[in-house]
């Protein structure tokens, strides 16, 4: 079975600006994997790339087998990814349902969720269904973002500090969606600052420094591990 997602010797830019120097990363099936580091240094950058939303690529970037990296960002979605960015973008003027129900099922994968599962996954989410995006809190707009992804049939789920800024209670709560995810089958890439979210859901880790992938190991190997994490990230 092909990795859900392989990228060999990505290059990307921003402009004349040189971002991702020979990423190389696999993500198999089913995994949670997370991208590790500080600010600035290219995990979103990693996950716009794969969607083809940075500017000049190169390098490879397969999605189940199938070439991606001269695809537009429309084909790439088609795949069967949905990203998640940091600012949710959840639209305002619209209701937790109408945002819910705003992006098109995906063709040609797996049938997403439906509405009645969604809500049976984020309970908070029926309770709000008429009240408008801007009512929601943070961690509410949070699972809005993740909930809408999940209806198009995507299978490989790209989310961009899903917890950052959100109460700890919110957190459990989105800790305990990733591991019902991961039981459903989904394979899920994060990139998290919060360390103490992130530990105990991955089953990998990959740290990125100056646009390039300095460590990667297993959730096993966390322990032997803190001494470099430390000195990487200041846990």
Known sequence: MAAALEISNLQAWYGESHI???VNLTV??????????RNGAGRTTTLRAIM???GKRTGSIKVNGVEAISLPTHKIAHLGIGYCPEERGIFSSLSTEENLMLPPALSGSEK???VQEIYQMFPNLYERRNSQGTRLSG???Q????ARILRTGARLLLLDEISEGLAPVIVQGLARMITELKAKGYTIVMVEQNFR???????RFYVVEHGQIVETFASSELNAKMPVLTELLGV
């Open 112 to 114: 997403g969720m439906s």
């Open 52 to 54: 083809g939303l940075t």
């Open 197 to 203: 979210f992130a530990a105990p859901l991955a089953d």
């Open 28 to 37: 198999n099936q089913g995994e949670v994997v997370t991208l590790l580091g």
């Open 143 to 146: 699972m809005l973002a993740v």
């Open 20 to 22: 991702l120097h020979d």
């Open 139 to 141: 961690g509410e707009q």
